[in-house]
């Protein structure tokens, strides 16, 4: 059996919602952190502006703190061209774009119809591997949307297609509020594949209802080589409700493969502690 590929995401969707803001050399300190316990792709930052996301301001410095290790992929967010631009001129290794399956949570939340939002990142994507830089695609509320409710295949598919086809290298498949179950994990996986192939496809489930783990192990099993997940369960989703639970925790996952015999290169304890220290920098409760 392959190695399952683990995509960390705690220092960008994990942290850009937090209330307290951390600066930058303690998010390039977790980063190291989640290197040292084995995490070989790392979301570090992103080029948001500032002003709008102070949580995540000066990822370039973050990306130049960070510039020794030797990750297989540093991504960064970018929002648009601009956004690109700022992460070319910060070396970012790899970019990572992103739109929903609903036309309205787009609207919401980047301010730009589905079609618009494409268009955008097609153009980003283009300057971006012309650069010489790896692109990943997120294709968010897969299963439901805060505003719109059900979202089917239908509107999956089309949108994985449609990043895959602007040359993203992988598209994650995000259940941004949290809301699917195995079932229809199974089913959009399915769908997914007959399209596309399931090589190029990652998953980024949210524990939201408690069934992140679930989630993601169904897409495992049914071939899908690549997880999301974020350190202490980081990143809840705004639109999602006040204080729900987000992202997968990259210690759930990993304590759960490793109890299935699919052990990946991630030294547990290491992360447990980081997972620690960082919910204390966030004055979480520990986990
Ligand atoms: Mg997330």
Redesign the pocket.
Known sequence: MSTIRIVE?GPR??LQNERRVLGHQTRAELVRRLAAAGLREIEVGSMVRPDLVPQLADTDRVLADVADLSLDRSIVLVPNRRGLERALEAGAPAVAVFAAASDTFNRRNIGRSTEDALAEFAAVAAAALAAGVPVRGYA?TIFGCPFEGAVTSAQVVPLVEAMLEMGCYEVSL?D?IGVGTPEQTHLLVEDVARAVGLERIAV?M?DTQGRGLINTLTALDLGVPAA?T?VGGL?G?PFAGEGAT??LATESLVAALAQRGQAVDVDLAALTDTADWILRELAHDPT
């Open positions: 995401v969707d994990g968010s995000g941004t980024h949210h999301d974020s990143g989703c987000g992202n």
